[in-house]
């Protein structure tokens, strides 16, 4: 069965960074695109990175520049490395399966959540 762990969300001031983890299981890593999805309270899910299988990567235009979307096949993990944190990047990030052919987003993580506020 398909699982994917997110973790190290936290409370952190604004400007400061934070670097998520998603562990996964159940399927060949390395030949899945990987992808980050956040939902911030009140509102829908937003898309804010993926990674392809094998190599390019592209974030959502409120990210670019200071979000960076890493992956290790031999770890089967994938990584976030966020800095420059803003209020606006509050929200539960959840780590996501991506099916290049259709552009959905087939499996979910439980998610972990990122507060900024001073």
């Known amino acids: 069965e398909v699982q994917l762990q997110a973790s190290g969300g936290g409370l952190v001031q604004p400007g400061n960074s934070l670097r998520l983890s998603c562990a996964a299981y159940?399927?060949?890593?390395?030949?899945?695109?990987m992808s980050w999805i956040r939902q911030a309270p009140g509102k829908g899910p937003e898309w804010v990175s993926t990674i392809s299988n094998y190599g390019p990567t592209y974030y959502a235009d409120s990210v670019k520049g200071r979000f960076t979307i890493s992956r290790d096949n031999a770890k089967n993990s994938m990584y976030l490395q966020m800095s420059s944190l803003k209020p606006e990047d509050t929200a539960v990030y959840y780590c996501?399966?991506?099916?290049?052919?259709?552009?959905?987003?087939?499996?979910w993580g439980q998610g972990t959540l990122v507060t900024v506020s001073s």
């Open positions: 159940g399927f060949i890593f390395e030949n899945k695109y």
């Open positions: 996501t399966t991506m099916v290049p052919s259709n552009l959905m987003f087939d499996f």
